[in-house]
């Protein structure tokens, strides 16, 4: 039988992405195990896999092969790339993410997602002219130095991101909680076509083409947000706020977060960020603090750009006219914290309490209905509970069942992988 190509494959990661859904760490444990698309689809017919989620086998019966090929199809005749894990056009940031996304669509310029100098961006949508500034002003000279910035093309903060680094002549990444081919916001649809048509942008989604914007995408399109830059700034974010999940994914992925200080302590538009400044993200008070940290990492690409790091040379240089160490990784002169870990309850709380806003913005599902139990009595204790009571955060969890927070979260990951829960983002977790 003659090899099966990239192409040929394709059919196969898009049914899988139907019938799993998006964020599926099952999915992602088969394809471990087994190796292929093809394989995990051959051994999900054949019934080799008792441990399948009962969801998933419903979906199964929903979604047939000939669906997959017709999205294919679609995506080929409208220039809609599509780039599974195993593809060598994968960001490779992002591959290295806890759970990362099995297949993305795209348009634009994929070679942005080669690019290690790579900045998230994330931030209200209704900012105060005082971010605004700060937003254009510092991003103006990382799109100058090679910087591509990342954001969720949304209104506000986002859609000035973008903005800002195609007016600079830079080059920015659009990630998106809908289909590719879905025009949301529809005010951003001037900048969809700028980065289309001008070689300096891309648009990415984890979603099936014509996946509408239901609020439960983007906590999920928030890991990839984060998994897709070396670092994260938050520009400004109030105590519920939709960048405080952004900002707990990027400690979870171990990336550097960065977080504007607040124009006004006592103004709650920049209530969210003072507990991430609290808890150890950095503070940007000027584009150098980006470009110290990406030079400790990557001197060569940063040397290279034609305005080269002239604002922080005077940070990591000496005061000789040639850099030293530009071989290596040259030291800072100043501390670079990189947090790890979560952070205070005040900030999960507050990314908490927004995560369920917009679960409650998604048609209310009842309790899973009664099913196969784990074999051991922790398991099932932590079931029966989500069962009885429906969609529950980890720590409510905790205490009512009298459980250490790090051990249930163990116990959590494991019983996901074995199909009896599901987690929706933010610590958040129902039955399955």
Not at 166 to 182: H, K, R, W
Not at 299 to 321: I, T
Request: charged share 20%; net charge negative.
């Amino acid at each position: 039988m003659a090899e099966r190509t990239q192409d040929d494959m394709l059919r196969y990661w898009v049914w899988l992405s139907l019938v799993f859904g998006a964020g599926s760490l099952k999915l992602l444990s088969y394809l471990q195990r087994l190796g292929s698309p093809e394989d995990v689809y051959e051994a999900m017919q054949k019934g080799l896999l008792p441990d399948l989620p009962p969801q998933v086998q419903k979906a199964m019966t929903a979604h047939k092969l000939g669906e997959a090929d017709s999205i294919v199809y679609f995506c080929n005749t409208h220039g809609i790339m599509l780039l599974p894990i195993d593809s060598e056009d994968y960001p490779p940031l992002l591959r290295n993410i806890g759970s990362p996304p099995v297949l993305l669509t795209a348009q634009g310029n994929k070679e942005l997602l080669h690019n290690p100098l790579s900045l998230s961006v994330v931030g209200t949508r209704h900012p105060s002219p005082y971010t605004e500034k700060v937003t254009a002003a510092m991003l103006t000279e990382l799109s100058k130095s090679g910087f591509v910035i990342v954001s969720g093309f949304a209104r506000g903060v986002d859609a000035l991101a973008h903005k800002t680094a195609l007016d600079s002549g830079g080059a920015t990444i659009g990630v998106l909680g809908c289909g590719i081919n879905v025009n949301y916001p529809r005010e951003n649809q001037v900048f969809r076509e700028r980065m289309l048509t001008g070689g300096k942008g891309l648009l990415i989604s984890e979603f099936m083409p014509g996946t509408q914007p239901f609020p439960a995408n983007f906590p999920k399109r928030n890991r990839i947000l984060s998994g897709l830059g070396y670092a994260t700034a938050v520009m400004e974010a109030a105590a519920r706020s939709g960048s405080l999940v952004t900002a707990q994914c990027a400690v979870d992925q171990g990336r550097y977060l960065y977080c504007v200080p607040p124009a006004d302590l006592f103004d709650p538009r920049y209530a969210g960020v003072i507990p991430l400044l609290r808890d150890g993200a950095i503070p940007l008070m000027s584009h150098e603090d980006i470009l110290m940290s990406y030079y400790s990492h990557y001197p060569q690409y940063l040397v290279m750009q034609e305005n080269g790091v002239k604002p922080s040379a005077r940070l990591v240089f000496s005061d000789d006219s040639e850099p030293k160490g530009v071989s290596g990784a040259v030291p800072v002169t100043q501390a670079l914290i990189q947090p790890t870990g979560s952070f205070s309850e005040e900030v999960q709380a507050a990314a908490q309490s927004y995560l369920a806003e917009k679960n409650a913005q998604q048609k209310a599902e009842p309790p899973a209905a009664e099913g196969p139990l784990p074999d051991d009595a922790e398991g099932r204790a932590i079931v029966q509970f989500l069962r009885e009571n429906g969609n529950t955060y980890a720590d409510d969890i905790a205490a009512a069942l009298d459980l250490d927070l790090s051990a249930l979260l163990s116990a959590l990951t494991v019983l996901e992988l074995d199909g009896y829960v599901e987690s929706l983002f933010g610590k958040h977790y129902r039955a399955v």
